[in-house]
Nanobody, 124 residues
Framework: QVQLVESEGGLVQAGGSLRLSCAASGRTFSSYVMGWFRQAPGKEREFVAA????????LYADSVKGRFTISRDNAKNMVYLQMNSLKPEDTAVYFC?????????????????WGQGTQVTVSS
């Protein structure tokens, strides 16, 4: 069992940066693939980024590639999402998720544990 708690999001101007954090409970955090998803109003939840248990492999949605960076610190049971060059279309509720398996996945149904979500709003 893993419990995930995202840091507070916020309001940022277009072109700005924001870093999200996700704190995980549980002694097996280092064995989980971790991901970030987001859901904008009126839209389905979509994949943003994921990172392997070791941190050696990452995957990004095309829409955020080159702007967002996912990382993790297994010693602290933390995963991060650094978001740069933010755009108004990045506005959404962002969710941290954990996948108890080896392979990275972009499918939300492959992730067993979810945080409560945090609002990120990018103004134009």
């Amino acid at each position: 069992q893993v419990q995930l708690v995202e840091s507070e999001g916020g309001l940022v101007q277009a072109g700005g940066s924001l870093r999200l954090s996700c704190a995980a409970s549980g002694r097996t955090f280092s064995s989980y693939v971790m991901g970030w998803f987001r859901q904008a109003p009126g839209k389905e939840r979509e994949f943003v980024a994921a990172i392997s248990w070791s941190g050696s492999s990452t995957l990004y949605a095309d829409s955020v590639k080159g702007r967002f960076t996912i990382s993790r610190d297994n010693a602290k049971n933390m995963v991060y999402l650094q978001m740069n060059s933010l755009k108004p279309e990045d506005t959404a509720v962002y969710f941290c998720a954990a996948r108890p398996a080896v392979g990275i996945s972009v499918r939300q149904y492959d992730y067993a544990y979810w945080g409560q979500g945090t609002q990120v709003t990018v103004s134009s």
